[in-house]
């Protein structure tokens, strides 16, 4: 059984920054894929961004190019997700998802999910 944990959400101002955690644990994790989506209201969960376990292979959400980053710490089960230059539009529930092998943008091709932490940013 994979268990993800998601925290590190919050409330922050237009331009500033959270970084946020999710802590796996269960599984040896060397073949997974873990994966940053999120859902504003109303609208369709939507990718962010991607990271290879065992390999330094990340992918992106275009739009969110530069201002995000996506990192992991083996040793701690953990991959991070580092928000810069926040801004309103960024305002969602945020999750981390899990599944093996090969990356994907597509959340329905994903495995297991967190329970997600909600991030406002205030204008």
């Known amino acids: 059984q994979v268990r993800l944990v998601e925290s590190g959400g919050g409330l922050v101002q237009a331009g500033g920054s959270l970084r946020l955690s999710c802590a796996a644990s269960?599984?040896?994790?060397?073949?997974?894929?873990i994966a940053w989506f999120r859902q504003a209201p109303g609208k369709e969960r939507e990718f962010v961004a991607a990271a290879r376990w065992s390999a330094s292979s990340t992918t992106y959400a275009e739009s969110l190019k530069g201002r995000f980053t996506i990192s992991r710490d083996n040793a701690k089960n953990t991959v991070y997700l580092q928000m810069n230059s926040l801004k309103p539009e960024d305002t969602a529930v945020y999750y981390c998802?899990?599944?093996?092998?090969?990356?994907?943008?597509?959340?329905?091709?994903?495995?297991?999910w967190g329970q997600g932490t909600q991030v406002t940013v205030s204008s």
């Open positions: 998802a899990a599944k093996l092998f090969y990356s994907s943008s597509t959340a329905q091709s994903y495995d297991y």
């Open positions: 269960g599984r040896t994790f060397s073949s997974y894929v």
